[in-house]
């Protein structure tokens, strides 16, 4: 199905044609519109005209809604202030647009006329070492653009960057060589999380060992020189680290409600055969340049305390490759293999001078153009109820299995307090869809930009701007039909709304602007805020429009069930586009 013009276009439409037929000389200009709280919408657009043809605004303003001839859209037109026009429009065409929206499964919301080839960078877990809460905001984020970009018809390629390469894999099987009996596994079912307990816990005697001994040192970065060499032996062991690893890293994104496929787990190893020419295109085309015998790039806008230059090494002095090796590379990869038209990354605000320092250089080098451009979604930190950086007791970093673990388990209290007729199975499904929605949402919500405080008795809270208070009102709207009998949904362009309903159709008809927008601007959190207005608009209609009981007149019913299927079908197609499940029964 073609997609649905929104009210919002169609009421630009009228007035272009009014402000063309009152106003000829002015061309083809643009009404300005927008949505107001003084009415369905304003427009703006001839103060501009009228400075343009040297005109009265107001007067101008009224010989405009005077050639606006009767319709069936445009209930009230009125001329405000110096020249703003302030329009209602009509409950017939509210009704209409949305009954054109409730026959498309897509609701209407059209595919981005622009749409291309975007590779996103997002969950970029470690190898041998346990996830933690700082790999939160990548995964969800990441995870929540890939559903909003493919619903606007982005062909979207999912890049999981890994951390597999370098110093720390000579520095653990070396040490694992030295102690082979450590990694001894006593029961061969042992589980993911458990195999990978073992590897974070190897990992971090290895450090201690390394910073502590001269000597292991040296051997371990002799082995660093045989992984890259690709020596038989060594390979293998890392390759035993890198298969556990990912044992590990699916169970906890499965937990986290993710789909994960191998093939798109690309991790730094996977650009090694690249790293040469990368270096050797950048220095013949005179991008890098050697500096005390690294191969660097350098930048008039990047320069350290001391006022001296700070390049973007890709190359040390050793010979060794560095990050930006890796991640230039990889441009040059998805630029050319997987013919990207943009590339995103999901990457933590910490990172962003390396990122500026890597784009440009990509540009420079001409894998960055007018038509493929790289993006650095960068998000905050994830804090404590208190503020601070989110640590244990002991001043660990919080692992995130933990967190969700304790989400999951907090949520399901929540459910099974509420639950009327749910079994325990049916309680611990709930629960983990409850916590894990709780954890995404709080999140989403949020400008990833900024920093916000990880609070779950907040998270799992019925009230306030939460993703249970969603859940709730999806699953409020599935239990009236559960109580309508043979009363169907039936959309009635003729009947009068109520001031509930008007609200809450104008808001369900700005969906497809709000997924178009948080596609456009990489802002998950407008579509949250979104769905959260939506959620209490509802609950607002759900108080003052009675749908079963007091019982309404029959269209009047089966058009606030209409209203109710349409606002069900927009929580869940939304918080799909978030990650986040709807249950029908709470």
């Known amino acids: 199905m073609a997609s649905v013009p929104s009210l919002a276009s169609t009421v630009q439409q009228r007035l272009a044609e009014g402000l063309s037929a009152a106003l000829p000389e002015a061309g083809s200009a643009d009404p300005l519109l927008r949505r107001s709280d003084r009415a369905d919408f304003q427009a703006n657009g001839i103060l501009a005209l009228a400075k343009q043809l040297k005109g009265n605004p107001r007067e101008l303003a009224t010989k405009v809604v005077e050639g606006i001839p009767a319709n069936d859209v445009l209930k009230e037109i009125e001329v405000s202030g110096p020249g703003f026009l302030n329009i209602t429009v009509t409950d017939e065409a509210i ?4 009954a054109a929206r409730a026959l498309d499964d897509r609701l209407g919301v059209p595919f981005a006329a622009d749409a291309g080839t975007t590779v996103i960078d997002y969950a970029q877990p470690n190898v041998a070492k346990e996830m933690h809460v700082g790999h939160l905001r990548s995964a969800v984020i990441g995870a929540a653009m890939v559903e909003i970009l493919e619903f606007t018809g982005e062909k979207v390629v999912r890049r999981h960057h890994i951390g597999d390469w370098g110093t720390q894999f000579g520095m653990l099987i070396q040490y694992l060589e030295e102690h082979p ?4 596994h006593k029961d061969a079912e042992v589980s993911g999380e458990e195999a990978m307990s073992n590897l974070d816990r190897l990992y971090k005697a290895a450090r201690k060992f390394f910073d502590s001994d001269e000597e292991f040192k040296t051997r371990a970065r002799r082995r660093v020189v045989d992984l890259q060499a690709g020596d038989p032996q060594t390979l293998a062991m890392w390759q035993k680290f890198v298969d556990e690893s990912k044992i590990y890293f699916f169970s906890v994104f499965e937990k986290l409600d993710m789909d994960i496929r191998d093939p798109d787990i690309v991790g730094e190893s996977g650009y090694n055969d690249m790293l040469t020419e990368t270096c050797r295109i950048l220095e013949e085309s005179g991008v890098a340049v050697r500096s005390n015998g690294a191969l660097c790039v350098f930048f008039d806008d990047v320069k350290g305390p001391d006022g001296n230059p700070t390049p973007l090494i890709v190359q040390k002095s050793d010979g060794g490759f560095g990050y930006a090796a890796t991640d230039l590379s990889a441009i040059r990869d998805r630029v050319g293999n997987l013919k990207a038209t943009t590339l995103l990354y999901v990457v933590d605000a910490r990172q962003s001078l390396h990122f500026k320092m890597v784009f440009e250089t990509a540009r420079r080098a001409g894998w960055l153009n007018e038509d493929v451009k790289a993006v650095q979604l960068a998000f905050g930190t994830v804090l404590g109820k208190d503020g601070k950086p989110f640590k244990t007791r002991e001043g660990e970093t919080v692992r995130l299995v933990d967190l969700l673990d304790e989400a999951i388990d907090r949520a399901a209290s929540v459910v099974r307090e509420k639950a009327r007729d749910l079994t325990e199975e049916e309680i611990a499904e709930r629960g983990a869809q409850v916590g894990i929605g709780a954890v995404k949402y709080a999140d989403l919500s949020t400008s990833a930009a900024r920093d916000y405080k990880f609070d779950l008795d907040q998270m799992v809270s019925l009230n306030g701007d939460t993703s249970v208070y969603l859940q709730y009102a999806y699953a409020r709207i599935k239990s009236i039909f559960g109580k309508a009998g043979d009363r169907t949904p039936v959309a009635h362009p003729e009947l009068e709304l109520a001031p509930a309903e008007r609200a809450l159709g104008l808001h369900l008809d700005q969906f497809g602007e709000t997924v178009a927008e948080a596609a456009a601007e990489y802002a998950p ?27 309404p007149p029959k269209e009047v019913a089966e058009n606030r069930l209409f209203i109710c299927d349409l606002t069900a079908r927009t929580l869940h197609q939304g918080m799909a586009l978030l990650g986040i499940r709807t249950p029908e029964r709470l």
């Open 525 to 551: 959190h407008k579509l949250a805020a979104y769905l959260y207005q939506l959620a209490s608009l509802y609950t607002t209609f759900y108080d003052q429009c009675p749908v079963i009981k007091p019982e």
């Open 95 to 98: 009704v209409r647009t949305l």
């Open 181 to 184: 009996h450590e990694l001894d």
